[in-house]
């Protein structure tokens, strides 16, 4: 009897630890996988394996390798510095991967012998690579260097020389200032180990793609007049030796990009933009053009959705792509008349589609309770291969996420997630959490997300609301926005609470809202509007968007979208009125920003923090120091997730509020 009893204890105690919420110390234990690369061979899938290191604040990324029938998994890099961009040489020999490891002061190209033994650096230049593409016959390596100062002239230099800019676009978070360093293209023998360049100019270059049979390469490049001042980019193509001179092949106004060859060597599969202008509502579009050059067939153009980088499948006939379609990414076949099949289903997101070989194909894929993996594609049929959090998720239990829509006031139909916690039905009349995504030019979707997840481990049902300028519902949807900010938006979001609120879901006396960078800006916007919302978080966010001009890296858009502040300011007031009535917010609003961000600069948070200080409601300013405008280091997601539980209990669930975090010294 005394057995039994200690056994029903054991299991209790089992069954306590495998119910267990996510937790903001979680950010210390959740791995994350990137950049799959099928082997030529298609027997193994190498991929990037980034694990947090709770000592040294950071995350350190390796090279893993997995066979394709899942049965084996392999650690390949164990350096400190960490390992990116694994590419297979096309012979099948080698595994190669970019890395400052060790002494190497550049990032550099590093060799693996596929038999074993330790990597080998290929590359021993003074500046640092970028990205680098192998030639088919393996002979040569194509690399993109930005023009710089070598790690060893820098070193020589007592203080850094002043930064000189006299370019329209200046500055670019996680770039800073920018000068005219430009992109270029270089040629790499592996027997020689001879370094030859093969572009210059005022001008980058990116996207590098051989030709089949080795002898050229297609490249992205605008060279227009001006161009820090158009979307334009085109595709050009290159013989893959010195001083050769480059061919436009593309000559759309805005965007092409994304090369990608025929098998054959006679055509080029790329991404064109859908409008000629610049904006950020466009929809990318899948185009076929001749190498001669000519009109480009639109492939895509019976879908009005938006689609991801091309791949050819092996015989020719058909192009690979993943596209958004209203809260899921899934994987799509076109043949050359644009004809489609969607090949994988579900209420999940495919991306990251990478190489094929044959007809097997890898990418990533995730859904609301499971952080992305590797996944094969073969026989018609999705298949994962990496189990990267298992052991982790094994003993939490998140939140169910469902979608349902609703209309907006002006009829218009809106598609949303519903987070519904642990041990909570929806007739409870349970707090309420918006949590609003960026971009705009995005989408929530049946991915995992772990700040909705967190939120909901406190109790809350969330709501993510895929507004007016999101993607997923075709191009009108998403430029429906377009010089209007801060009006449809808020409708749609309003209009999906007020379904959670009719349908009984939703306490209308515990209501918060909250996002990040354009989330963030919503926020502003909606409390502004409505104020029934007793708790909110700004991150990244901005209210006078007057102010904004020339802070921050988007004065192209401004200027297309918005028009010269000087020659539209009734225009630029419009969309700056949550900072101009001020007065009408009564919600306690926590703002957050990183230290260095360029994309949504620290004044759009302090002005907002500023003003409601003055007027006495309550808020607080936080600033991660040396942060861009996605948080990186662990200790200060962490911090930020239990901050927002902080807030959030202490508005909506009358839980005390903890004194605020030291500054640091």
Not at 28 to 48: C, E, F, H, R, T
Not at 131 to 157: G, N, R, T
Not at 317 to 337: M, Q
Not at 554 to 572: C, D, H, S
Request: aromatic share 10%; proline share 5%; glycine share 8%.
């Amino acid at each position: 009897m005394r057995k039994f009893f200690t056994l029903l204890l054991i299991s209790a105690s089992l069954l306590s630890v495998a119910q267990r919420p996510l937790s903001p110390s979680d950010v210390y234990k959740i791995k994350s996988v990137n950049d799959p690369q099928l082997s030529p061979d298609g027997k193994w899938v190498a991929y990037v394996l980034s694990t947090p290191d709770s000592v040294k604040d950071k995350s350190d990324t390796d090279i893993w390798m997995i066979s394709w029938d899942g049965s084996e998994n392999i650690k390949l890099t164990a350096s400190t510095e960490g390992e990116s961009k694994p590419r297979w040489s096309p012979d099948g020999k080698y595994l190669t991967f970019l890395s400052s490891r060790y002494e190497t002061k550049s990032s550099q190209i590093w060799k693996l012998d596929r038999r074993g033994g330790e990597a080998e650096k290929l590359t021993g230049l003074k500046y640092s690579i970028s990205d680098y593409a192998w030639s088919p016959d393996a002979k040569k390596i194509v690399l993109v260097i930005k023009d710089q100062e070598s790690s060893d002239e820098a070193e020589k230099k007592k203080s850094a020389l002043p930064i000189v800019m006299d370019r329209y676009h200046f500055k670019s978070d996680g770039d800073g200032y920018l000068e005219r360093k430009r992109d270029h293209l270089y040629l790499f023998t592996i027997e020689t180990k001879k370094l030859d360049t093969l572009t210059r100019g005022d001008f980058d270059e990116s996207n590098p793609a051989w030709s089949p049979d080795s002898k050229q390469l297609a490249f992205v490049s605008n060279r227009s007049a001006d161009a820090d001042r158009n979307g334009n980019s085109d595709i050009w193509i290159l013989d893959a030796m010195p001083k050769a001179v480059p061919r436009q092949l593309t000559t759309w106004q805005n965007s092409d990009t994304a090369p990608a060859w025929s098998p054959d060597g006679k055509s080029i599969a790329y991404l064109k933009s859908r409008t000629p202008e610049y904006t950020i509502y466009d929809q990318p579009q899948i185009a076929v053009v001749s190498i001669t050059g000519g009109s480009p067939a639109i492939i895509s153009k019976k879908l009005d959705r938006d689609v991801s980088a091309p791949h050819w499948a092996a015989d020719g006939k058909n192009i690979v792509t993943t596209v958004e379609d209203d809260r899921t990414s899934h994987l799509y076949s076109f043949d050359l008349a644009g004809n489609f099949i969607i090949l994988t289903e579900g209420q999940r997101v495919f991306n990251s589609l990478k190489n094929c070989s044959e007809n097997k194909w890898v990418l990533l894929s995730s859904d609301p309770s499971t952080s992305p993996e590797v996944y094969a594609f073969e026989n018609g049929k999705p298949r994962r291969l990496t189990h990267t959090n298992d052991d982790l998720f094994k003993n939490i239990k998140l939140a169910s996420a469902e979608g349902f829509n609703s209309i907006s006031k002006d009829g218009t139909t809106v598609g949303n997630l519903l987070y519904i916690p642990v041990g909570k039905t929806k007739t409870q009349k349970l707090p309420l959490i918006v949590w609003i995504h960026g971009g705009p030019t995005s989408q929530d979707d049946f991915s995992f997300d772990y700040t909705s997840q967190i939120l909901a481990s406190g109790g809350y049902a969330v709501l993510n609301v895929n507004y007016r300028g999101s993607n997923g519902r075709g191009i009108d949807f998403s430029r429906a926005i377009f010089g209007d900010w801060g009006n449809k938006e808020v409708i749609d979001i309003l209009g999906a609470v007020d379904h959670l609120i009719n349908e009984g879901v939703a306490d209308p006396n515990r209501l918060g809202i909250g996002g990040w960078s354009y989330g963030g800006i919503l926020t502003d916007y909606v409390t502004a509007t409505d104020p029934r919302f007793k708790a909110a978080a700004s991150g990244a966010g901005s209210a006078l968007q007057l102010s904004l001009y020339g802070s921050d890296q988007y004065v192209l858009q401004y200027e297309n979208e918005l028009g010269l502040p000087w020659k539209n300011m009734e225009k630029w007031l419009k969309v700056s009125y949550p900072f101009l009535n001020v007065e009408k917010i009564k919600t306690p609003t926590l703002y957050m920003v990183g230290e260095k961000d360029f994309n949504v600069p620290a004044v759009g948070g302090e002005q907002m923090y500023q003003a409601l200080k003055s007027l006495g409601v309550p808020t607080q300013f936080i600033v991660y120091p040396n942060q861009h405008h996605g948080i990186s280091t662990p200790s200060y997601q962490k911090d930020r997730m239990k901050r927002y539980q902080d807030w959030f209990d202490h508005y909506l669930n009358n839980v005390k509020l903890k004194e605020a975090l030291p500054p640091k010294k």
